[in-house]
């Protein structure tokens, strides 16, 4: 039994820690497994813990308070099972605000893998709970499940980002990753789910709007993020989208296919704010479908808009007309071009 033990681990610029060598193949990581298997040690314990983290490398500071963790030894089935966990952790790098958070685990361990279940790392506003087992010491698969409730809030201030959208977002599904000595660590993870949010509020320069009831399924399989059946009521209408972004972790690509349906010009209009608002003001609803392709950067792309829907003019002019309205427009580094044909007529 250890009570306020406190640990340091440095790791320099050279990214040299303070930590003894630890094996580096896997049949003696697998021999170290076996061999901590074979102490059977009885009964462990820590209470109110410290462990500091500094990586000047990354760089990455971290500390961990209220550490405890509990093991015992089954004779039975020789295996480890306790639980791990601290009250009061903090997290901080150059490009996000530090994230405090809490942790706890309950695990087992045995000569075939490792099982967490659960594990649960909360923030004041945020929690997010695994399900995992993981298989095969020597190549390493591991598998299991997740739910999350977050903050987009809390998310937009710790990476200093107000754009997103706030509300609370809920997460649930699937997680694989597979150890692949040739593809990086974005292409052995496999994630699909499903998102919900009954609504987000979003600012965009002065327009503010609030979308409802919204849901989405994405997968990320080799590298490659899918968002599909993405839906969501806004400006009195209904929005549906699918998103596609290839090679997230290298010269990525990204498109999108969206349509609006039944959506209020009056609500348009209004979240525009009175400052905002046209000199001139059409009511009625309108539908449209828009795509769209980018690269990586930005610098490059394609979008196509068309919107159609009977409309109304301002008074004192009342009659019905037709919006058809195609829009095309490219961009590159050096060139942007764009194209328009306007048509109204009576429907």
């Not at 591991?142 to 903050?151: I, K, L, T």
């Amino acid at each position: 039994m250890l009570d306020q033990p406190i640990a340091h681990l440095n790791i320099d610029r050279d990214g040299v820690s303070n930590l003894p060598q630890s094996p580096s193949t896997f049949t003696q990581s697998r021999s170290t497994i076996n061999d901590f298997l074979d102490l059977a040690i009885q009964y462990v314990e820590l209470n109110s813990g410290q462990i500091y983290y500094n990586d000047k490398k990354s760089p990455l500071d971290a500390e961990m308070h209220d550490f405890r963790v509990q093991i015992h030894f089954i004779p039975v089935v020789k295996e480890y099972r306790g639980t791990l966990g601290y009250g009061d952790g903090r997290v901080e790098t150059i490009d996000f605000r530090p994230i405090t958070h809490r942790l706890q685990l309950s695990f087992t361990v045995n000569r075939s893998g490792m099982v967490v279940d659960p594990m649960t790392v909360a923030t004041p506003k945020s929690t997010l709970t695994v399900h995992a087992k993981l298989t095969d010491y020597a190549q390493v698969h591991v598998e299991g499940n997740y739910d999350a409730v977050v903050s987009t809030i809390e998310l937009a201030r710790i990476i200093k980002n107000q754009s997103i959208p706030s509300g609370g977002v809920s997460l649930t599904g699937g997680l694989r990753y597979d150890n692949d000595p040739h593809k990086g660590a974005a292409n052995s993870v496999y994630l699909d789910g499903h998102m919900s949010s009954p609504q987000l509020v979003m600012n965009m320069g002065q327009m503010q709007t609030t979308a409802k009831s919204i849901r989405a399924e994405y997968r990320l399989q080799n590298g490659n993020l899918s968002v599909r059946n993405l839906g969501a009521d806004l400006l009195g209408g209904h929005l549906g989208a699918n998103y596609e972004l290839s090679h997230i972790s290298g010269s990525s690509s990204s498109h999108i296919d969206a349509s609006v349906r039944d959506v209020s010009l009056d609500a348009m209009n209004n979240s525009a704010g009175p400052r905002n608002s046209a000199p001139v003001s059409v009511s009625g609803r309108i539908d449209g479908t828009v795509g769209a392709s980018w690269t990586s950067d930005i610098k490059n792309g394609t979008a196509f808009l068309l919107c159609r829907r009977p409309f109304e003019k301002p008074a004192p002019s009342y009659e019905p007309l037709c919006l058809l309205h195609p829009f095309l427009l490219r961009w590159s580094r050096h060139k942007t071009t764009a194209r328009t044909a306007c048509y109204n007529h009576p429907c």
